[in-house]
């Protein structure tokens, strides 16, 4: 059996799909030969068969191949056996591919790290949204503490604290708050724009996005990407409304979250979930393109016209899952 890997320089998932291979293949009598194949621009990717970073090819197919799916120099995400998304296949996923009993497949390891590609790291480069934005969840007793007073000024307020704000709660703890918000800001826990000013605390946005979010009982905020925005409820367990636009076409969306219910307006509504292929703070890499779209086909065409770009299409209730994933129950101190 001849596996490939087709990958970009320095894919992070890349080394991640390797090992998971390794597990899947554990006990069993196979006689496998894995190579690696960096592929740099558009044209290769589309002679190798590459629809995004990494790709397994199997005797020379890709068991993974989603139709229409473009050639891509972008990283690549595939569904877990949990309902929500990562960077590489599940181990009972290529126990699948490379027929073997997938009633033997190990547990996934846990993986702790955001719906993007995260700052820095080893281990934890692998972009895994499936798993719970455990890096948002700081253990230090003043960054917890930090980090909630700021979820919790943009919930109740709309806007994101200024210093003189949390002054008192860092001095609780015996911190500088300048100190405390740096190190929030380095484990993308949020983001601190020129000046020193919160500009974000995933979910919120302290300027403008195109995903307005009203919050029942609450204030009216903008979140970081629509994957943000439904998962907004679930963080603070109630209803909401989400004012949002197609990027293709401007036209309105509005998703309601009742009762822990999403419904859009037009119903056809769709989220794309991609990434660029580099690794660095969430907002930079992928807050961008997590997107509602109108319907599927309008983020197809969206896909096909953006082939730098790596992702998926999820329903409404399957993105709602990852948001919820994300999310829930991270408002606590």
């Keep these: 059996m001849k596996l490939e890997i ?11 799909l390797e090992e998971r291979i390794r597990q899947a293949l554990t ?12 592929l740099d621009t558009t044209a290769d990717a589309a002679a190798a068969g590459m629809t995004g970073s990494p790709t ?8 993974f191949a989603v139709p229409g799916q473009e050639p891509s120099l972008s990283c690549r995400l595939y ?12 181990i009972a996923a290529l126990r699948r591919a490379l027929d073997v009993d997938t009633s033997q497949a190990p547990p996934a390891p846990a993986v702790a790290a955001d719906c993007c590609a995260p700052a820095s790291g080893t281990d934890s480069a692998a972009w895994m949204p499936e798993a719970p934005r455990e890096a948002a969840r700081p253990s230090d007793p003043a960054e917890r503490a930090l980090h909630y007073a700021i979820l919790q000024t943009f919930a109740t307020q709309g806007r994101a604290p200024v210093t003189s704000d949390l002054t008192g709660v860092a001095a609780e703890y015996h911190g500088d708050v300048d100190e405390v918000l740096g190190r929030l800001h380095d484990a993308d826990v949020i983001r601190l724009d020129s000046s020193g000013n919160i500009a974000a605390a995933y979910p919120f946005s302290a300027s403008p996005t195109p995903h307005r979010v ?18 907004i409820p679930a963080m ?35 989220v794309f979930v991609g990434a660029q292929a580099a690794q660095g703070p969430s907002a930079d890499t992928c807050c961008n393109y997590l997107n509602f779209f109108t319907d599927r086909q309008t983020a197809q065409a969206w896909m096909a016209a953006h082939p730098h770009i790596g992702g998926v299409i999820l329903d409404l209730t399957e993105a709602q899952h ?12």
């Design 214 to 231: 009203r919050i029942t009982g609450g204030a009216t905020v903008y979140a970081m990407c629509a994957i943000d925005a439904l998962g």
């Design 322 to 333: 990852l948001g919820t994933q994300i999310f829930g129950n991270q408002f606590h101190t």
């Design 79 to 90: 569904p877990s056996d949990t309902g929500g998304l990562g960077g590489a296949p599940s």
């Design 6 to 16: 087709l990958q970009v320089p320095d894919c992070p998932n890349a080394a991640v």
């Design 56 to 63: 397994l090819l199997v005797d020379g197919s890709d068991p």
């Design 27 to 38: 006990g069993e009598l196979v006689d496998i030969e894995v190579i690696h194949r960096v």
């Design 236 to 270: 603070l367990d109630t209803d909401v409304v989400i004012e949002s636009v197609d990027p293709s076409n401007d036209r309105a969306i509005t998703v309601t979250v009742q009762d822990s219910v999403a419904a859009a307006q037009p119903q056809t509504t769709v």
